[in-house]
């Protein structure tokens, strides 16, 4: 079993607690099956306790309070501290998730950036001067919203804690952090890794324990002034019924379909193996994933050879080799899921073009899959239209710019794409008529540090990362002074 700090422990308090009836449950190793640690299943009482310790230090004012400079100097010590032990950090997340160890070490950087850049954003918050008619002046406060619940799911785990610790910290609320049940020890790390840099005691608890109990207990508290949520679109729907009778602030990061339109001026020596990159990157296991792939019908032979021969390619293996490209699912029962889509795209009449069954070779209790493609797809398929969230692409072929714009709309869900072309006037038409929340040009990047994240329909509420993060975390107080 793998070793951390406290893993069958909750962190409420600046203490480390037992659940309630010391209730732990097992964590699993995706790429063996093993169990590799157990963890604490907080209980609604559990969760009481976590919301009231949170309450308590913000009400302290030991974090609310302090001076923006103060709680910048404890965030990027965070982030140093997490620099310090990259290497642990990835390599359990490599294990946890099933990722591979290049991967989760750029992921941990990536963790490390985010406090960076939230303690350099914590000065930065600032009201406005508003010139109102009535004789006086007024002005805007931008306060903390309070107590704030993270809960968060597996396929990122440290990266999505960090995108909702950090800014919450920043801006000077007090959080109770839940990440996924399948993959909580980083989460924990980051809970030890905060009091060890100084954060006050009960600015930020971490639990751990099922969605349905745990993670239902907190979306529900009426002590809770606000939750952000990343994870399944049903998950968000079930989520925003527990808040709506306490009008908890709610901001929701969700499902997606990304789409990846590649028109036939498009440099096909960048495109194809970007199509190839961000479909089974995290084994497809990414709300970013590109898992439809529009081809322009002239380039679509020349186009799906390619992405069936990179695809072909890729090492599929052991997560903490450094040569491997992409690790297991997350769970058998995912596994099984994504089996089944594969099922349903032989039987919608889409051609399996590369991959389809479990890899050769791999061990019996994994959850390893090979990386799929299907093309000829129709794009009211279900393997056109629904979030397989697993190493799965479907490819459809388009005729125009029109054509396109109205194929990719066509879905519940709007979190990010990609067009590759080398007109811009034609990159500009498209990026606005696509309805998400990210889009990238001859790119497949979706998620930079300093830019807005998030989606449109389905997909979500709110914007994560960047500054734009911190209107999720921050109330606006208007204050009025008369001059008369
Ligand atoms: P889930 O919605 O199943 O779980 C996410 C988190 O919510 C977990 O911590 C889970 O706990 C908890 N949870 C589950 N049920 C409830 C409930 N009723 N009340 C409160 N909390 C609950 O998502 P997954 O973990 O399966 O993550 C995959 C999904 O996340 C995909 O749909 C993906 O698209 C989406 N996602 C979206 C992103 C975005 O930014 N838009 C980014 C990354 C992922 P437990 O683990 O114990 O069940």
Redesign the pocket.
Known sequence: MVTVESPSRLLIGGRWHSAEKDATFDILEPATGEVMARAASASPADVDTAVEAARAAYESGSWSNMPASGRARVLYRIAELIRKEVDRLATLEARNAGKPIRDARDEVLGAAQCFEYYAGAATRIFGETIPVTSPGLDFTLREPVGVVAL??????PLS?ASWKVAPALAAGNTAIL?????TPLTAIELGRIALEAGLPEGVLNVIT????I???A??GHPDVDKIA?????L?GV??LQ?AAPNITRVSL????KSPNIIFEDADLAKAAPAAVASVFGNAGQD?CARSRAFVQRSIAQEFDERVAAGTKALRVGDPLDEQTEMGPLISVKQRERVQGYIDVGNKEGARLIAGGSTPAGRPANGSFLEPTVFDNADNRMRIAQE?I?GPVLTIIAFKDEEEVVRLVNANQYG?SGSIWTRDIGRALRVAKGVRTGVLSINSSRSVHQEAP?G?YKR??IGRELGMHALQLYTEVKNVFISLE
């Open positions: 809960i968060v799911p597996w396929n990122f999505i839940k990440p996924a049940s399948y324990g099922p969605g349905s745990t993670g239902n907190l979306a949520f990343t994870g399944e679109t998950t079930s989520i527990q990061e969700l499902g997606g709300c979030e969230f979190l994240f989606g997909s979500g």
